[in-house]
């Protein structure tokens, strides 16, 4: 008995999902053939067939039927794929490369847009405003024929969606091995003090504009955002005694900043002081030029005075000069019988400053004359006179 023909129990609740009894018992597995028959039979009526004639003259129309429903629901969902994948939207930060038939057609802005189904297929959707970054991490050899370990960050956007997704397969990878390139041969020219220390910003803007230039001759779409050398470092090897040099070359930067400071501290003051000392030497030569220029005025004077009358201008010479050697000079007064005072000069002490004593002697009022008189012999008063006429003379050539 097939396993769809009724059982004896006549239960209308045992029925499978097509209207038919569930089998009981130990009967063997479900007919397929009655499976498909049923299904056809189904998909017939829903799309307006007719059962096939009773008899089991199934024949060709049960057979055109069968094909004509499933080329109804291929159609069917064709056409429902067909509306789904011909709408589609496109975000604000991202660009959609449109191919016709395998070639470019267009870049759709952001929005809500239309494609021909089965003709226009999206090839990609560029993001042209995220910034990108991409790490490299090499050791590369200097031009003095060093080793140095360069870790560099490359920031870049996906400026031309069209050129991104179509010019090149990979653009990712092409950035790398270009940036990788760029900055083996910008360090294969520099030294190893220069790309460890002063170089490092010289550098890292050559391997910018090398990197742009390469990027500009794939035509990959991509513009670079920002690059930066973020570390430069010798071998673990070597690393000690590299370390020593740059402490090494920190001092002698730090003793030359000192030695400035304390040249720009120190150099003002000795402008200064030269200045002033100028300025001083300039006004000394003044003060001498005019006392030479008055004293020839005034020996001009009295050249003309004493061409005129020379015993009063000797006389008034001799007079001037005594005066000079009296004013400056300690005095002794004598009070003479009759009442007039006489001034003499204090020969004795005027010895003793000549002889080197280097003391001044107070002045004596009251002392006869004849006490200090008495103890001159005629060498002293020779001596003395010989004093006061080479004071006149030195005061006349000046």
């Known amino acids: 008995m097939a396993w769809n023909e009724p059982p004896n129990g006549n239960n209308?609740?045992?029925?499978?999902?097509?209207g038919n009894r569930r089998r009981k018992g130990n009967d063997g597995p479900p007919d397929l053939d009655e499976i498909f028959k049923q299904v056809n039979e189904k998909l017939n009526k829903w799309l307006g067939g007719k059962k096939k004639g009773g008899?089991?003259?199934?024949?060709?129309?049960?057979?055109?039927?069968?094909?004509?429903?499933?080329?109804?629901?291929?159609?069917v969902v064709v056409l429902a794929y067909a509306a789904y994948d011909s709408i589609y939207t496109?975000?604000?930060?991202?660009?959609?490369?449109?191919?016709?038939?395998?070639?470019?057609s267009s870049i759709q802005l952001p929005g809500l847009h239309f494609k021909v189904p089965f003709i226009?297929?999206?090839?990609?959707?560029v993001n042209v405003t995220e910034v990108r970054s991409l790490r490299l991490q090499e050791s590369m050899l200097t031009g003095d024929e060093n080793i140095v370990s360069v870790t560099m960050t490359v920031e870049y956007r996906a400026a031309d969606a069209q050129k991104f997704a179509l010019n090149v397969q990979q653009p990712e990878t092409s950035l790398a091995n270009a940036a990788e390139s760029a900055l083996r041969h910008v360090i294969g020219s520099a030294t190893l003090e220069q790309a460890l220390t002063v170089g490092r910003?010289?550098?890292?803007?050559?391997?910018?504009?090398?990197?742009?230039?390469?990027?500009?001759?794939?035509?990959?779409?991509i513009e670079l955002a920002q690059l930066n050398i973020n570390d430069t470092s010798p071998p673990q090897q070597v690393q000690a005694a590299f370390d020593d040099v740059i402490t090494a070359r920190?001092?002698?930067?730090?003793?030359?900043?000192?030695?400035?400071?304390?040249?720009?501290?120190?150099?003002?003051?000795?402008?200064?002081?030269?200045?002033?000392?100028?300025?001083?030497?300039?006004?000394?030569?003044?003060?001498?030029?005019?006392?030479a220029t008055g004293e020839a005025d005034r020996f001009s004077d009295i050249l003309g005075a004493y061409s005129e009358a020379p015993e009063v201008t000797r006389e008034r010479l001799y007079l001037e000069s005594i005066s000079r050697?009296?004013?400056?000079?300690?005095?002794?007064?004598?009070?003479?019988?009759?009442?007039?005072n006489m001034m003499y000069l204090p020969l004795d002490q005027l010895r003793r400053n000549a002889s080197g004593g280097?003391?001044?002697?107070?002045?004596?009022?009251?002392?006869?004359?004849?006490?200090?008189?008495?103890?001159?012999?005629?060498?002293?008063?020779?001596?003395?006179?010989?004093?006061?006429?080479?004071?006149?003379?030195?005061?006349?050539?000046?």
């Open 325 to 340: 050697i009296y004013a400056n000079s300690s005095k002794v007064l004598v009070d003479v019988e009759g009442g007039n």
């Open 201 to 221: 910003d010289q550098i890292q803007l050559s391997v910018r504009d090398r990197l742009q230039n390469y990027l500009n001759l794939y035509d990959v779409g």
């Open 90 to 104: 496109v975000d604000e930060s991202e660009r959609a490369v449109i191919l016709r038939l395998g070639e470019f």
């Open 120 to 125: 226009d297929r999206i090839d990609q959707k």
């Open 358 to 398: 280097g003391q001044s002697s107070a002045s004596q009022i009251g002392s006869p004359a004849g006490s200090n008189m008495n103890n001159l012999s005629n060498s002293d008063v020779r001596s003395l006179t010989d004093q006061i006429l080479r004071e006149i003379d030195r005061r006349r050539a000046n």
């Open 12 to 18: 209308n609740n045992d029925q499978d999902p097509w």
């Open 55 to 75: 008899g089991g003259s199934s024949g060709s129309g049960g057979s055109g039927a069968s094909f004509g429903a499933i080329l109804g629901i291929l159609l």
């Open 250 to 291: 920190e001092d002698q930067q730090r003793l030359i900043n000192e030695a400035q400071a304390y040249a720009n501290q120190i150099l003002p003051v000795a402008q200064g002081r030269a200045r002033r000392q100028l300025e001083e030497a300039q006004a000394y030569r003044e003060q001498v030029v005019a006392n």
